[in-house]
């Protein structure tokens, strides 16, 4: 009975992680950290970005250039939108935060290539900004997506947003459904519990990133792409 439950938890875990794993390991293995020189990049810079916030000097040079509030002016908070992903979060541990940019922007590096990598994590962020200020214009009284005032008064999500969207995104281009389906599940639970501006900014995000995901399929079906067809590399 053992041996039939782990064959069968073998073969789903096959399923599930094998095309992620037979793409993500060779390149690693063969160049390490060369494999995936954005990782890096964004890792120094969000330590960097860190370490300077924690300056007297350089507190208020971060807050002006890459912290982002729903009270902000859009095009201010436009133009410091992409060093927001960087940008330390409120209740996340910098080394938290940098364990998931090496894990997941590593991920995505080699699955989906650099350009779409900084594409899905940029409008991952994006519709975290977006939402945040449609949330507090509705006001709390709106159920789910309405946001109290006091709202507009607090940083962004930083790099989680972009995390959570890449996440899901990567799951849905390989099939791993599963996993995609349990960082959604995690994000709803967040909001359910301790319900903030943060864990409402992770679902905004996954729900653009899943109209990508839809709009992608939709192109796909149209232009006779096969739905077992292995993924396709930027």
């Not at 095309?19 to 390149?27: M, R, S």
């Not at 992409?82 to 409120?90: C, D, I, M, R």
């Not at 900084?118 to 945040?132: C, D, E, H, I, K």
Request: hydrophobic share 55%.
């Amino acid at each position: 009975m053992n041996q039939t439950h782990t064959g069968r938890a073998a073969r789903w875990a096959r399923a599930e992680w094998g095309p992620l794993y037979a793409t993500v390991c060779p390149p690693l293995l063969r160049r390490r950290l060369r494999a995936v020189p954005l990782t890096v990049a964004a890792v120094c810079l969000a330590a960097v970005v860190h370490l300077v916030h924690q300056q007297p000097w350089g507190y208020r040079f971060v807050e002006g250039a890459g912290a982002v509030r729903a009270e902000d002016p859009l095009w201010t908070a436009l133009a410091r939108t992409p060093l927001s992903l960087f940008v330390p979060a409120l209740d996340l541990p910098v080394w938290g935060a940098l364990t998931q940019i090496l894990i997941v922007f590593g991920i995505a590096e080699i699955c989906l290539g650099r350009r779409r990598t900084l594409t899905v994590a940029y409008l991952a962020t994006l519709a975290g900004t977006l939402y945040a200020r449609l949330g507090v214009a509705l006001g709390p009284d709106v159920p789910l997506l309405g946001l109290p005032a006091s709202d507009a008064r607090v940083v962004d999500t930083g790099p989680s947003a972009a995390v959570v969207g890449l996440a899901v995104y990567v799951g849905w281009r390989y099939r791993a459904y599963v996993t995609a389906g349990a960082v959604v599940v995690a994000m709803v639970v967040e909001v359910l519990v301790k319900e903030n501006l943060a864990g409402k900014e992770h679902l905004a995000a996954i729900a653009a990133v899943l109209v990508v995901c839809a709009a992608t399929a939709v192109r796909q079906r149209r232009s006779g792409v096969a739905s077992g067809a292995p993924p396709i590399q930027s």
